[in-house]
């Protein structure tokens, strides 16, 4: 099955060459140069980055892509992301392609290794969600020798995270990438633009917190108890699971949020952080 883009043309460019300039000034932009590519498995287990549009949080991603890019470009990723439709438990593609304006990327067949217990196969929950998709074109921009392993997550249990972790926990060949976006905030509760940048960070930084800890449920327990508009948490919390006992520590490289770059009706946090 060759799985379409969604949000080609929107979140990103729709041609080839102007999304491969448009990758390189997210470079530019954020870690101020184009990374060389370094190949094969490096320290790094895992990143976090943001899945807005390229134009609002492109830069802030670009910054775990460099870290990948100089650890060690594997030949392998697993991709977790929300389904912001809420579809599905915990979703798996276990074969086919990803079209994107650089290119096909081709699923790991080593997918259906991992589709087993509260993991299911369920390539409908994949078709209109952006959240692993919008990470593809970074990952080809920087080589094109890598397959990958898709997987999103509607509403899944505390007991199916931590089931969905423990299976995932498996994997030694991969490095995984975790898409999120931090907090979403309505523009019009705040009476200035500096409140509501202060308000989003000081949200964020308490779940940045527990990343950094490495700590998949104590990340789920201090959203739910601050009320963070982070909607990838449970993708979030389901890699750390993954890692927990393998990862020795977490770096927060960069965090800014859509104001930073434009005020709008809505601003959202972004970050990108590297464990290892």
Same mark, same amino acid.
């Given at each position: 099955?060759?799985?379409?883009?969604?949000?080609?043309?929107?979140?990103?460019?729709?041609?080839?060459?102007?999304?491969?300039?448009?990758?390189?000034?997210?470079?530019? *932009?954020?870690? !101020? $140069? =184009?990374?060389?590519?370094?190949?094969?498995?490096?320290? %790094?287990?895992?990143?976090?980055?943001? #899945?807005?549009?390229?134009?609002?949080?492109?830069?802030?991603?670009?910054?775990?892509?460099?870290?990948?890019?100089?650890?060690?470009?594997?030949?392998?990723?697993?991709?977790?992301?929300?389904?912001?439709?809420?579809?599905?438990?915990?979703?798996?593609?276990?074969?086919?392609?990803?079209?994107?304006?650089?290119?096909?990327?081709?699923?790991?067949?080593?997918?259906?290794?991992?589709?087993?217990?509260?993991?299911?196969?369920?390539?409908?929950?994949?078709?209109?969600?952006?959240?692993?998709?919008?990470?593809?074109?970074?990952?080809?921009?920087?080589?094109?020798?890598?397959?990958?392993?898709?997987?999103?997550?509607?509403?899944?249990?505390?007991?199916?995270? *931590?089931?969905? !972790? $423990? =299976?995932?926990?498996?994997?030694?060949?991969?490095?995984? %990438?975790?898409?999120?976006?931090?907090? #979403?905030?309505?523009?019009?509760?705040?009476?200035?633009?500096?409140?509501?940048?202060?308000?989003?960070?000081?949200?964020?930084?308490?779940?940045?917190?527990?990343?950094?800890?490495?700590?998949?449920?104590?990340?789920?327990?201090?959203?739910?108890?601050?009320?963070?508009?982070?909607?990838?948490?449970?993708?979030?919390?389901?890699?750390?699971?993954?890692?927990?006992?393998?990862?020795?520590?977490?770096?927060?490289?960069?965090?800014?949020?859509?104001?930073?770059?434009?005020?709008?009706?809505?601003?959202?946090?972004?970050?990108?952080?590297?464990?290892?």
């Amino acid at each position: 099955m060759l799985r379409k883009p969604v949000v080609a043309g929107t979140f990103y460019e729709r041609d080839r060459e102007l999304l491969a300039e448009e990758i390189k000034q997210c470079f530019l *932009k954020g870690v !101020g $140069k =184009i990374p060389e590519v370094k190949k094969g498995r490096g320290k %790094i287990k895992g990143v976090v980055v943001p #899945h807005a549009g390229y134009y609002y949080s492109g830069y802030v991603a670009s910054y775990a892509y460099n870290e990948i890019a100089k650890d060690g470009f594997p030949d392998k990723f697993i991709i977790i992301g929300p389904n912001h439709a809420g579809y599905g438990g915990v979703s798996i593609m276990i074969d086919g392609e990803w079209e994107t304006p650089l290119g096909n990327v081709t699923i790991s067949e080593d997918a259906k290794k991992y589709c087993r217990g509260v993991i299911k196969d369920n390539k409908y929950a994949h078709q209109i969600e952006h959240s692993i998709e919008v990470q593809l074109p970074f990952l080809q921009f920087l080589s094109n020798d890598f397959k990958f392993i898709p997987i999103c997550l509607g509403y899944p249990t505390l007991d199916d995270i *931590k089931e969905a !972790g $423990k =299976i995932l926990s498996e994997v030694e060949d991969a490095v995984f %990438i975790a898409s999120t976006d931090f907090s #979403h905030l309505d523009a019009f509760a705040f009476s200035t633009p500096e409140e509501i940048k202060k308000y989003a960070e000081e949200k964020d930084m308490m779940a940045i917190k527990e990343i950094l800890k490495i700590d998949g449920i104590g990340l789920l327990k201090k959203v739910m108890e601050h009320n963070i508009t982070m909607c990838g948490h449970m993708a979030v919390a389901t890699m750390l699971e993954a890692l927990k006992g393998k990862a020795s520590k977490a770096r927060l490289l960069k965090y800014a949020t859509s104001y930073d770059v434009e005020p709008g009706i809505k601003c959202v946090g972004y970050a990108s952080i590297v464990i290892e």
